[in-house]
């Protein structure tokens, strides 16, 4: 597009929108303009992909999930049109910096992490595939809190998004949907037909808004349509007439207290009616409009699996299961059999973790006063599943309560996803073998052929393409531009394995990034850092099981070291942490509380801080991500094997050059299957060693007394050099009396990782050997597509294609 042609728009949109000239314009005005703009072409390209797929009536993936981290979208969507260049261009004419607007976008981060980031990933991918997709959620007011660190304390403060990151959604109130909660179930029979119908209901309107989501160089353009609640205007006219104006405003904020915020836990769960009523909320909304856009086109819901893919994304939109089941059966007049074997046929299930306090169980009492029809259903479901399972496993009454979808009151959204779905799928070989030899095991064993795996994946184009601009200027000189179709091109760059000059120029592009690095944390955290350090990067939630607390017993090990040696030949490190923690999660509160401390005392010691650097920095986010991933020479990945279903930092790490120093956990597998030992450094106890370990008996205790180094760190934490005690985090590890001490075998692993510590430190005194580490790590990353991930969805799972 001409420039002539980008101002001329961008003149009218100032006008229309704010009144005034473009050159009068504020940075913030301009910059919503710049974005109007880019929507109304993102619409246009929509209304030309709709009518394509409309007509060759083509079967659609309707993706569920209670968050998409999206991060910003101006970025995104104008180099996935290819128009980044000409709007540099035709902004630079009005003496603005585009780079400029890209910093004012807020971040939308309506998810917590992994599992959020995926679903923006897939909706990215899905677009790029030309795959007709809609993703459905909430549009929560208030999305991931702002994280600030105020003496060693994570704060939580209110992320109000809206207020510039409005400017993408587009509100649809005519095709608000009305979602009942409460009440009772009134039964009858009428011309020899059961019917039923909810009443005394409390009614909450759903006000979809769209976003729109484009794909690289593609003419797909699908959207994410976000829920918003609202009380249905007439709900409290009667109160208000007889003048009961507070109760009437009270039940008005109820209602719209259900998309308020995202609820900030991750691989974690609350059982709270609030967070009950916005999974209900977005489900029954989504599949109301689902079910009405499929009779647009169709004339019954016979045909539903043929022409829709409902994919459940972990068990946040389990209800889906009976939400489709009561249209069918309540507004559709189906027979029981024939409208299972419909949401059989239509729904599919991701799982996303093996961690227990994350498979989700709402209390029986609460989930029938809230969803009195749903509970039926759901009753009715365990009761069928209940006789299926005696004729499998007669009379084995543990085997078939562990099975149930209703046992000891509790409500089992796996459960009921497993009992249902055509298809479940964990997100890693792994995690995948995990789900089917022990914690799905006996569901397996009844329907083998249900469970599948498919490794998570990245939209490589943002994470590689759009951050690192530099590498990929390079690698389209190296290797041309097929990677920016197909990331398996990337493997093109190991004919340059050995050579000199690539290498340097991989170096130096790491060194450039490294800068850029340098220079936000010198802002954002008063500390110089040196680039020529290594970066060794941790950035992921803050959770015990991915062992941060690893990493800062190794770099107190270190300062012994150093300080017991100063003259200590090791190549200086930066260790760079950025992690959210669940507002009530106690020990991970620590644990940054921890990092707070360790960075205080090796910044401040002039004998160290040369050798050794930490940082923490604040609120880690997507945009966040896109400045450090690019920057970092080495990637933690150190969970306790086991326990991570994937990863996908893993994946951007890799992508950008970093080395994976990790276990054998989740996608970290399969990063090692394709670099091969001599381009990871793998530690630590591998899963079945893991099992083996709690099976014999494990006493953290016997690591502590039998390590001096390790003896000498878990010593600092109770001792006040580290300015205050830590007493809770040496009590979990080794006399924590209501769990098992050192749940995540962190000192069982504390050895075996410093060591291989010790190899990255010397490895990466042979730059040459470091960057041809580096090298593989970028040629061999193309298996982690997100498009590879998609097409796996697609082929396997949801049968469906990309249009022409
Ligand atoms: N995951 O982010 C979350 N939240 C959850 O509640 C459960 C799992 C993560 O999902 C990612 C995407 O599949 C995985 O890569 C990651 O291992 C997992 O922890």
Redesign the pocket.
């Known amino acids: 597009m001409q420039k002539e042609k980008i101002l001329s728009l961008l003149s009218e949109k100032c006008m229309q929108s704010f009144g005034c000239d473009l050159d009068e314009a504020t940075k913030q005005q301009t910059y919503r303009a710049v974005c109007l703009v880019v929507r109304d072409l993102l619409v246009q390209t929509r209304n030309d992909f709709c009518s394509r797929y409309e007509k060759q009536q083509a079967k659609q993936v309707y993706y569920m999930s209670m968050e998409f981290l999206v991060g910003t979208s101006l970025h995104n969507n104008l180099y996935n049109l290819g128009l980044e260049d000409s709007f540099r261009a035709a902004l630079a004419d009005l003496n603005v910096d585009l780079d400029d607007l890209y910093e004012i976008e807020p971040d939308a981060g309506l998810g917590?992490?992994?599992?959020?980031?995926?679903a923006s990933c897939y909706m990215d991918a899905m677009s790029s595939l030309h795959i007709p997709a809609t993703g459905f959620s909430l549009r929560y007011e208030f999305g991931i809190f702002k994280q600030k660190i105020i003496d060693g304390w994570q704060m939580e403060f209110p992320d109000n998004w809206l207020d510039m990151g409005d400017v993408w959604l587009i509100p649809r109130k005519e095709d608000a949907v009305e979602v009942k909660f409460g009440g009772q179930v009134h039964e009858w029979m009428q011309d020899g037909k059961l019917k039923i119908e909810q009443y005394d209901y409390t009614p909450v309107l759903a006000v979809p808004y769209d976003m729109f989501i484009s794909g690289y160089d593609s003419g797909a353009v699908n959207k994410l349509v976000l829920w918003s609640a609202k009380s249905p205007s007439n709900m409290d006219m009667n109160a208000f007439s007889r003048g009961d104006y507070v109760k009437a405003i009270e039940q008005n904020a109820m209602a719209e207290a259900i998309s308020k915020v995202l609820y900030p836990a991750?691989?974690?769960v609350e059982g709270k009616i609030l967070r009950l009523k916005q999974q209900y909320l977005f489900v029954s909304a989504s599949l109301q409009s689902i079910v009405k856009n499929h009779l647009k086109h169709f004339d019954s819901l016979d045909s539903l699996p043929q022409k829709a893919a409902i994919h459940i994304n972990?068990t946040h939109p389990a209800l889906c299961v009976p939400e489709l089941l009561r249209i069918l059966l309540d507004d559709y007049g189906y027979d029981w059999d024939r409208a299972w074997d419909i949401c059989q046929n239509t729904l599919a299930y991701?799982n996303?973790?093996v961690?227990s306090e994350?498979l989700e169980r709402w209390p029986e009492y609460l989930f029938r006063e809230q969803l009195p029809r749903i509970y039926q259903l759901v009753a009715e479901i365990n009761r069928r599943l209940v006789n299926q399972l005696n004729t499998v496993y007669p009379g084995d009454l543990a085997k078939i309560e562990y099975m149930a979808v209703i046992a000891n009151n509790e409500v089992r959204m796996a459960n009921l996803c497993l009992a249902c779905c055509h298809k479940v799928n964990g997100?890693?070989k792994l995690?995948s073998d995990i789900l089917k030899d022990s914690i799905f095991h006996d569901y397996y064993h009844i329907a083998p052929d249900k469970f599948t795996n498919v490794t998570?994946g990245i939209a490589y184009r943002r994470w590689l393409c759009q951050s690192n601009p530099k590498l990929t200027e390079k690698l389209r000189e190296w290797i041309g531009d097929g990677f920016l179709h197909d990331a398996n091109a990337l493997e093109k760059l190991m004919k340059y394995y050995d050579k000199a000059n690539v290498l340097q120029d991989l170096q130096k592009i790491k060194r450039y990034n490294k800068e850029v690095l340098c220079n936000y944390i010198a802002r954002s955290n008063g500390i110089n850092v040196d680039p020529n350090s290594i970066f060794d990067v941790q950035i992921k939630?803050l959770h015990e099981y991915k062992r941060q607390l690893l990493n800062v017993l190794h770099i107190m090990h270190l300062y012994c070291v150093i300080k017991e040696n100063p003259n200590l030949d090791i190549p200086p490190r930066t260790f760079i942490f950025a992690a959210k923690a669940s507002a009530g999660y106690f020990m991970a509160k620590q644990v940054i509380r921890l990092i707070d401390a360790v960075s205080k005392l090796v910044n401040s010691d002039p004998a160290v801080r040369e050798k050794v650097k930490v940082v923490f920095l604040e609120d880690y986010k997507v945009s966040l991500a896109e400045i450090i991933i690019p920057a970092a020479d080495i990637s933690e990945q150190i969970s306790i094997a086991g326990k991570?279903?994937?990863?996908?930092g893993n994946m951007k790490l890799m992508i950008n050059g970093a080395v994976t120093l990790g276990t054998l956990d989740?996608?970290n597998v399969e990063i090692h299957e394709q670099v091969g030992d001599d381009n990871i450094f793998l530690f630590g106890l591998t899963a079945p060693e893991v099992e083996e370990l709690w099976k014999k008996g494990y006493n953290p205790v016997e690591y502590y007394n039998g390590n001096l180094e390790l003896r000498r760190v878990i010593d600092m934490l109770t001792s006040g050099v580290l300015g205050s005690r830590f007493d809770e985090i040496a009590k979990s590890l080794l006399t924590n009396s209501y769990g098992a001490a050192d749940a995540y075998m962190t000192l069982a692993d504390f050895d075996s990782y410093v060591r291989k510590q010790e190899e990255v430190g010397r490895t990466y005194l042979d730059k040459r050997k470091f960057f041809n580490m580096s090298l593989v790590n970028i040629a061999k990353a193309g298996l982690f597509s997100a498009d590879r991930a998609v097409t796996e969805y697609a082929d396997d799972i949801w049968q469906v294609k990309g249009i022409k």
Do not use: K
């Open positions: 917590n992490g992994g599992l959020g980031r995926l991750d691989d974690h972990d991701t996303h973790t961690m994350a997100v890693s995690h998570n939630r991570e279903a994937s990863g996908t989740g996608a």
